[in-house]
């Protein structure tokens, strides 16, 4: 079973980091597991232009084209590989990072496909694989009591594991607070939660 993790912090070895890292440890107890990890601020990933070619390009095709080169084109091949995915991301301004905004805006036609709901024209996955993941986001700030005010972030990507990776969430964690609180009481359940998506 092949486990993609997708890091969108701008910060290596911090919050979002370190609870990956425990959720593919989680994910890694069974010994049929292999996890490959991709920290997006070290790649070059360029911004969608809109151009289409990728939704346009035939519906029967697992993986549209993408008109655009930089390194997804090596990433585009690990998404289409695995069987299970890890998203991490910090809440920055209610959403995810940047990083993980154009990350995401890059795969949704390359993955989906026109579809017919909710409207006509909204994507579809391309992919007949039932895969699953995980999501993992993180505040500095705001506790886990009001993570309904500002985490729009678990939303954005689980309409994108449904749209077009056909990937269905088995789980979600918000550690908030943790520069008062730490990240010490999330790692238990960023370990669970990596064991539940490959159990």
Do not use: H
Not at 8 to 33: F, I, M, Q
């Amino acid at each position: 079973m092949n486990v993609l993790a997708i890091v969108g912090s701008y910060r290596k070895g911090k919050t979002v980091d370190t609870l990956v890292a425990r959720a593919s440890e989680g994910a890694t107890s069974n010994e049929r597991v292999q996890v490959d990890k991709i920290t997006l601020i070290e790649k070059d990933i360029r911004y969608c232009r809109n151009c289409m070619a990728c939704r346009n390009d035939d519906p029967a095709k697992e993986r549209a084209r993408c008109a655009v080169t930089d390194d997804m084109d090596a990433i585009y091949p690990m998404i289409e590989s695995a069987d299970r995915f890890i998203f991490g991301t910090p809440v920055n301004e209610g959403t995810v990072t940047a990083v993980m905004k154009t990350f995401l805006e890059r795969t949704v036609w390359v993955f989906g496909k026109p579809g017919t709901r909710p409207i006509p024209g909204c994507p579809t996955p391309r992919t007949k694989r039932k895969k699953k993941a995980i999501i993992i986001v993180s505040s500095g700030i705001v506790p886990p009591l009001l993570r309904r005010f500002c985490d729009d972030a678990t939303a954005l990507i689980k309409s994108d594991c449904a749209s077009s990776w056909g990937a269905k969430v088995v789980g979600t964690l918000y550690a908030g607070a943790v520069e008062k609180r730490g990240i010490d009481r999330y790692l238990p359940k960023a370990y669970k939660l990596g064991k539940k998506l490959t159990s």
